[in-house]
């Protein structure tokens, strides 16, 4: 595909590493400086304005803006006849992300959310061993990822619900819930609490979370920017078994999956582990599904409807649980 990225930061460049073997043809930046580093390393056309990047004679495009901007742009995008790949939560509210599925159904358009955490190789697996029945009845889920920020944190645009949409909820928090919708499908709000504990800033730096399926299981999640050293662990428990993801490679620590499985004795589970060294291959993984998705006219793994229903948990807790 013929590609143009809006957005020249660290998301869009590592947008730009994973569309191997297809073409970038523009790089958006408002800030040109940043347009140009991008462009010269993918020998495409940097611009300024991302009206003049979705126009562009290209096939899709990638969207990895702050979250004000997120479906403006996407919904340009889609009405200029483009496929869109847009980061998550691909809007400040439900209401926008809702705008950009109405426009995706209108013209037609595949538009997948960045949710790329779904494609990390462990989860990969992890779903392989759900899929096969062999955990049994699944009963709950709980989950925990975080990371304690830098200093000056609080005066960055994830600080500022009036860009970001909200805190720690919307950041980390929404993969949380992706992750736990793809397991046990649509969650509805059992509880949540929203507190701005450490951080001197209008936006929430914890959240959690009591999440539970139309068949009664429950999803138990907790995602934190005061955790200090950074963390991720998702434990998705069955009556006959038991899957723990733990890190996510880099500071989060080497990724591992572990299956325990119980034995009709009971007592210590049967262990299997698998372990994920290297390189994070998680968003060339993402984009290869969108662009199969693109040329096989069928829904992508964590679509925009996946959005629409993130936000919608998103936006009911902060409605009735963010003081």
């Not at 991720?232 to 499985?261: H, M, N, P, Q």
């Not at 060294?277 to 096989?296: C, I, K, L, M, R």
Request: charged share 25%; hydrophobic share 45%; net charge negative.
């Amino acid at each position: 595909m013929r590609l143009a990225i809006v957005g020249c930061g660290l998301i869009g460049r590592k947008r730009a590493v994973a569309a191997t073997g297809h073409q970038i043809v523009i790089a958006c930046d408002r800030d040109e400086g940043r347009a140009h580093e991008l462009a010269d390393i993918t020998k495409a056309h940097a611009v300024t304005d991302w009206r003049e990047a979705v126009k562009a004679d290209v096939d899709a495009v990638i969207v990895a803006a702050t979250h004000d901007q997120l479906a403006g742009i996407a919904i340009g995008a889609i009405e200029a006849g483009r496929h869109v790949l847009v980061e998550k939560p691909a809007g400040r509210t439900l209401t926008e992300v809702q705008a950009i599925a109405a426009a995706a159904t209108k013209h037609k358009r595949i538009v997948k959310a960045g949710f790329n955490h779904r494609f990390h190789p462990a989860f990969l697996k992890a779903r392989e061993i759900f899929d096969s029945g062999v955990l049994g009845p699944l009963m709950f889920i709980r989950a925990r990822y975080g990371h304690g920020g830098r200093v000056g944190y609080e005066k960055e645009w994830r600080a500022q619900p009036a860009i970001s949409g909200g805190g720690e909820l919307i950041d980390q928090g929404s993969h949380l819930i992706d992750l736990s919708r793809w397991f046990l499908g649509d969650l509805t709000v059992d509880y949540a609490a929203v507190p701005t504990l450490f951080w001197n800033m209008p936006a929430d730096d914890n959240c959690f979370l009591a999440l539970r399926s139309v068949s009664g299981q429950l999803a138990w999640l907790h995602a934190s920017w005061t955790e200090w050293k950074n963390t991720f662990s998702f434990e998705i428990f069955g009556r006959d078994g038991k899957l723990v993801i733990d890190g996510l490679g880099g500071s989060y620590g080497e990724e591992r999956l572990t299956f325990y499985r119980m034995l009709p004795q009971m007592g210590p589970p049967e262990t299997t582990v698998f372990n994920y060294p290297g390189q994070d291959h998680s968003w060339q993984a993402e984009f290869e599904d969108f662009a199969a998705a693109v040329n096989d006219d069928r829904r992508p793994c964590g679509d925009i409807d996946d959005a629409v229903a993130n936000l919608a948990i998103v936006d009911e807790i902060y409605r009735k649980y963010r003081s």
